[in-house]
Every structure is written in C-alpha cells, then in structure tokens.
C-alpha cells in the first residue's frame, strides 16, 4: 500500500454501532504512512520491525492541529474491496513500549480508490466514520 493523505468533509460517530451526534461537517485530514519502525526509534530493535502510521489532523483552526497523537500500525487485512489496519503493540528489546492495538482503520475502496475511511476505537465500541474523501 502506498502512503496516503485523504482530507475528509464530514464524519459520523458510531456508539455500539448505533449512529450518535448526526453528520459533523468539519475538515479532518487523515495520513497513513509506510514506516519502518526500526528506523524510527534509531535502529532500535523493535518488533513488529515496520507498518504504518496513522495520524489525524483537525483542519478547522487557523492552525491545524492534531486530532489524533500517530498510532503504529500493520496490515491486517487486504480484501480487494477493503484494506484493514490495526494498531501494534510495539515491543522494543523484548519490553512493551506502548500499545495501540484498541485503534484500527478500515479503508473502503472502488477501483482501489478509497471511498471511505473508519476509524475504529475498539476498547470503547466506537466507529468513526470518514467520507467526502479527496487525495
């Protein structure tokens, strides 16, 4: 998968699956970048050894600001219509460092172009759904 930066117009909050708060129309911007992990902690050894890094920006200041602190991330799924990301639990010399296996993403795509993006907070039963996504 190549790097990404989709800007999305609006968003739905799902809560359990339930639809909660009605469309919010607001400008976030959501990169997901290739990394390897190895080199982002200075040659550190570090498991899994690379993936990807999801952040989110809110595009609605005068400055933008980060909406959500870089998540570490890998594939877990390739589906031809959807990619599945799930964040990693990074152990660096064999010691947990952080974990961020409650966050993943799911890209939805047409003609592997992503048409939707969700964001998932597993630990609280909350999607967050992006779409009026450009690149």
């Given amino acids: 998968m190549v790097d990404l930066v989709l800007k999305s117009t609006h968003h739905q909050r799902y809560q359990n699956g339930i639809p909660v708060m009605g469309d919010q129309y607001c400008n976030r911007t959501i990169k997901i970048e290739n990394k390897v992990f190895k080199e982002m902690f200075n040659g550190l050894d570090v498991s899994p050894k690379e993936g990807f890094l999801v952040t989110m920006w809110n595009m609605d200041m005068l ?73």
């Fill in 63 to 135: 400055t933008p600001t980060q909406q959500m602190q870089p998540k570490l991330m890998e594939m877990v799924a390739d589906r031809g219509n959807t990619i599945e990301l799930r964040g990693v639990q990074l152990k660096a010399m064999g010691v947990v460092a952080f974990d961020n296996k409650d966050y993943g993403i799911t890209l939805h795509l047409k003609n592997r172009q992503v048409v939707k993006c969700v964001l998932h907070l597993y630990d609280r039963e909350v999607d967050i759904e992006y779409d009026g996504l450009t690149d």
